[in-house]
């Protein structure tokens, strides 16, 4: 018997979640673990280089392969190999040389970030394909598009929230070895319900070639570069610098600074989650648009100035960070839902396996920079830094959100 579409998306969808637990779990045992041991932060930003190099061409080609193959395929081999670098993990120890430690464990990085962007290209690709957006109502359809994008990623990010702190807390409780153990257990028994799903989900009729890899659209285009910027402005101090920046100026505990950051991200998440909510009680009855990407990302760019003018004023450290984070996080969530509703809506269920994927190959591109610029400018000028970097690269956001063109689907709506 043949799955229903919406039992096909609740399947990927709590693959997703299982997925993402580990994501964030292994991200904060990593950086707490080799910090522990007296790296720099330079040194653990390069922990995670091919994690997001290898993130980029996953987002690349694994669209290209979904097209091909079907979003099945591509979740079976991202949650697989995700096992596969959990398991690889289990054997670091700290009496490995240095030289050594890092390479390895760059190698299960790499297998972890090609794993992490083939599993998230399968789960938003999904809701393109399963919710069709009629042309017969094409506002209410877009609504309905603008809602299940936002719940998907909105929940995302408040799970990966709940895998910081699950992180700091296995890394507390049971040392590194024996967490990315229990990590890769719990992802093995998720992995079950996914061998339920055909083999033709989200597969295209015609095989698209390899000059398909690079989208033909300027929405596309222009809406991946503004998705560069802002997700290496957000990186570019919450990655490595900030968490590192809370042990050495608070004095906070691995597993304190796991459940301020988890807590700051399942926040980020539910204001993801709520942005249609959000945008209702604010009068907005219309799906976003190009106006919409443009005010957030304005917005946004004046925190992280905020923030680092606080720290030069010499403003109370916790008080500062604490208040800055929250109104980055809501600010900055508004700015990742409307992107995400946006790439759906620039492009149609036959192509978006391929379309998406290149527009996560620049999201992807842009945490590998400010990841790197991270671990470097906090190493070199400190916490403020970092934070005028931001600002900089969010405003080169919202300047490459001011070529965005209108939507086809909106361009269709009656004024």
């Known amino acids: 018997m043949r799955l229903s579409s919406l039992q096909q998306y609740s399947i990927v969808t709590a693959n997703y979640w299982a997925f993402t637990l580990t994501d964030g779990a292994l991200r904060m045992l990593a950086l707490f673990h080799f910090h522990e041991l007296g790296y720099s932060t330079l040194e653990i930003a390069f922990l995670f280089l091919f994690y997001e190099f290898f993130g980029i061409l996953t987002s690349l080609y694994g669209g290209l392969i979904a097209a091909r193959s079907g979003l099945r395929f591509t979740l079976w081999v991202g949650t697989l190999l995700q096992i596969l670098a959990l398991l690889m993990l289990i054997p670091v120890a700290a009496s490995w040389p240095k030289l050594l430690s890092v390479t390895y464990v760059m190698v299960a990085q790499a297998v972890s970030g090609i794993a992490k962007d083939l599993n998230k290209m399968s789960a938003k690709s999904a809701i393109k394909v ?16 603008f809602k299940w994008v936002a719940i998907l990623t909105g929940s995302k990010n408040a799970l990966k929230g709940v895998g910081f702190f699950l992180g700091g807390l296995l890394l507390t409780s049971f040392g590194f070895n024996v967490a990315v153990g229990l990590l890769a257990a719990g992802l093995a028994l998720a992995f079950l319900p996914t061998l339920a799903l055909p083999g033709d989900f989200g597969q295209m009729k015609d095989k698209p070639s390899l000059s398909s890899l690079f989208s033909k659209s300027q929405g596309i285009n222009v809406l991946s570069l503004a998705r560069f910027f802002l997700f290496g402005a957000r990186d570019v101090w919450f990655v490595v610098a900030l968490p590192v920046f809370l042990e050495a100026s608070l004095g906070w505990s691995f597993w304190e600074i796991g ?40 917005l946004l760019t004046a925190i992280p100035a905020l923030i680092a003018i606080a720290l030069w004023r010499e403003v109370d450290v916790s008080v500062a960070i604490t208040a800055g984070l929250t109104a980055f996080g809501v600010v900055f969530a508004m700015n990742s839902s409307i992107h995400s509703y946006m790439v759906l809506s620039y492009t149609d269920s036959e192509n978006v396996s391929l379309n998406v994927g290149f527009y996560y190959m620049a999201n992807a591109a842009g945490r590998l920079t400010g990841t790197l610029l991270s671990g470097a400018i906090f190493l070199v000028g400190g916490m403020q830094a970092c934070l005028w970097m931001s600002c900089l690269l969010v405003g080169l956001a919202f300047l490459s959100s001011c070529k965005l063109p209108i939507p086809p689907r909106q361009s269709m709506q009656p004024l």
């Open 130 to 145: 399963v919710v069709p957006v009629r042309d017969n109502d094409v506002q209410t359809g877009d609504l309905q598009l």
């Open 259 to 298: 459940g301020f950051l988890g807590l700051w991200v399942i926040g980020y998440g539910i204001v993801q989650g709520s942005a249609p909510g959000l945008r209702r009680l604010w009068g907005k009855t219309t799906p976003p648009g190009v106006s919409s990407v443009q005010f957030w990302s304005a």
